[in-house]
């Protein structure tokens, strides 16, 4: 009759081929566990060296570029808050707005973000009606200077507060400009 292996009762089965580990002595633990503190140590080290690397880098790059190290950073540095208008800054900016400026120059006058005085303002300022502002022979001619000294249609842009499509149409010839080409007055007295 075949014999039957015995029931699992738990527990690894045995192995004949291992022979049972030596028990470790107390000093031979402290020594095992003193060499895994050291090495977490030294590796702790490393990465607070590298983490002081790549925050002296975001560091200087928010410096040069002016950025915020947080999308929600209010004027009093605390990250995660957004800015909230005083009451002077919300009168202002209903002000500014009242004369005509855009939520883009509301916020740069008052040093935030157009979202952020577009979300003040909402709906509670009447909307005035857009008035086309005409392109005038200086605006001209300075883009003409700005364009000759290698500047992009999208600087000029920038810098004259027009759109580049206003700039690149103007300076193609695209749009009919007669106000523009027609010649100023002069200012030499006849006699």
């Known amino acids: 009759m075949a014999k039957t292996p015995p029931l699992y009762t738990g527990g690894p089965p045995p192995s ?51 950025i915020s190290s947080s999308p929600h950073v209010s004027r009093n540095g605390v990250p995660g808050k957004r800015h ?34 577009g979300r003040h303002l909402g709906g509670k300022v009447a909307r005035t009606k857009r008035q086309r502002l005409r392109f005038t022979r200086a605006q001209f001619l300075e883009a003409q200077k700005l364009r000759a000294a290698g500047l992009s249609y999208t600087e000029i842009g920038r810098r004259l507060g027009r759109h580049v499509t206003v700039i690149a149409g103007h300076l193609s010839g695209k749009y009919q400009t007669h106000h523009i080409n027609a010649t100023p007055p002069s200012s030499e007295s006849e006699d």
């Open 16 to 66: 004949p081929t291992k022979t049972p580990a030596q028990p470790l002595t107390l000093a031979q633990v402290l020594a095992s566990e003193l060499k895994q503190i050291a090495a977490i140590e030294r590796e702790k080290r490393q990465v607070e060296k590298r983490l002081a690397e790549l925050q002296a880098w975001l560091d200087e790059r928010h410096q040069r570029y002016g």
């Open 84 to 117: 909230r208008f005083s009451t002077a800054e919300y009168e202002t900016a209903v002000t500014l707005r009242a004369q005509g400026l855009n939520l883009r120059q509301i916020g740069e006058r008052l040093g935030v973000a157009a979202s952020v005085v």
